[in-house]
């Protein structure tokens, strides 16, 4: 944790300010510590450099195994490849100028393949995730300059009202126990015309109930046991491919067919394990950015990814 993270944290329960008691500091980072509201007299703990506005993992528990496990996969700046900045640009159209100086929230931060990305856009980004996942993001991106980390519950956002000037949630809303309230915490952090852009799950025709049929079984099972079988679709891959009975398997129990067999376990085991996964449709969610008052809302390729700017 930065002290300068003092500027924009609060008190999520009571949104006062925090005072922050130092017990270990290396350089910038303070790795140990507490923070206290100064109104309601809340403490919250600084653990290895992370300020944990939650006490456990609650319903995201299998993401925090999943990036602990796979913590260097998505990352650009580790597997050499530039597919999380074509995915973070397919979900916000925004420009290199967009993000130029600006305070930018990553709601559902991950081991921070996205944050990484904003952080090369000459911006500051604060990262927020309710799992442990965060100690994956912090051993990634944590000692960048213009990085802040936080595990916080998104339905109780540690920050005030209209603080950032751009939000954005890839791939998390949808595993939340209500996105459409979610999506309304995340949009009160937004400044009046300041960005908002998330990606969500669809639910347009019928391939997707074979497999949430299955997940009733699968999300029940231990994370170690879904590990395991996650990773058959490394060798399954090829028969996935054959023409008849590939097609018939991916209806029934589709796997990730992406060629890199580490991500293809890594898809696979996201699309089984959380304990929710909601889909929707895109009227849905041009609702939800209309009635927070988002303005110039725009659909991208690929269901759902949708951006907004607020209004007034």
Not at 260 to 276: A, C, E, S
Request: charged share 25%; glycine share 6%.
């Amino acid at each position: 944790m930065k002290v300068r993270a003092l500027n924009f944290l609060v008190c999520p329960s009571c949104q006062s300010t925090l005072k922050l008691t130092t017990d270990e500091q290396d350089g910038s980072e303070v790795l140990t510590g507490t923070l206290r509201c100064l109104e309601c007299d809340a403490t919250y703990p600084v653990v290895r450099g992370i300020p944990r506005f939650v006490d456990a993992d609650s319903y995201a528990s299998s993401f925090g195994r999943q990036w602990t496990w796979f913590r260097k996969v998505q990352l650009d700046s580790m597997n050499g490849t530039c597919e999380s900045e074509r995915a973070l640009l397919a979900t916000t159209g925004w420009q290199e100028s967009d993000y130029a100086g600006a305070l930018v929230l990553d709601a559902g931060v991950g081991a921070g393949r996205f944050a990484e990305c904003v952080a090369r856009k000459d911006a500051e980004v604060f990262g927020v995730d309710i799992s442990s996942a965060i100690d994956a993001a912090y051993l990634n991106i944590g000692r960048l300059p213009n990085v802040h980390l936080a595990q916080a519950d998104i339905f109780a956002l540690p920050f005030r009202e209209r603080t950032f000037d751009l939000a954005y949630s890839i791939g998390v809303l949808h595993h939340t126990p209500d996105p459409r309230a979610a999506f309304d915490r995340l949009a009160a952090n937004v400044k009046v015309g300041g960005g908002l852009a998330v990606y969500l799950y669809d639910r347009y025709g019928f391939a997707h109930r074979f497999p949430d049929l299955a997940r009733k079984i699968t999300t029940r099972l231990p994370l170690r046991v879904m590990g395991v079988i996650s990773a058959l679709s490394i060798p399954l891959y090829y028969v996935y491919r054959l023409p008849v009975i590939g097609k018939l398997l991916n209806l029934l129990f589709p796997i990730s067919m992406l060629p890199d067999w580490r991500w293809r376990w890594l898809d696979t085991f996201d699309w089984y394990t959380p304990r929710y996964q909601w889909k929707f449709l895109y009227p849905e969610v041009f609702r939800w950015f209309r009635e927070n008052r988002f303005k110039e809302v725009e659909i991208f390729d690929g269901p759902i990814r949708m951006r907004g700017v607020k209004a007034a």
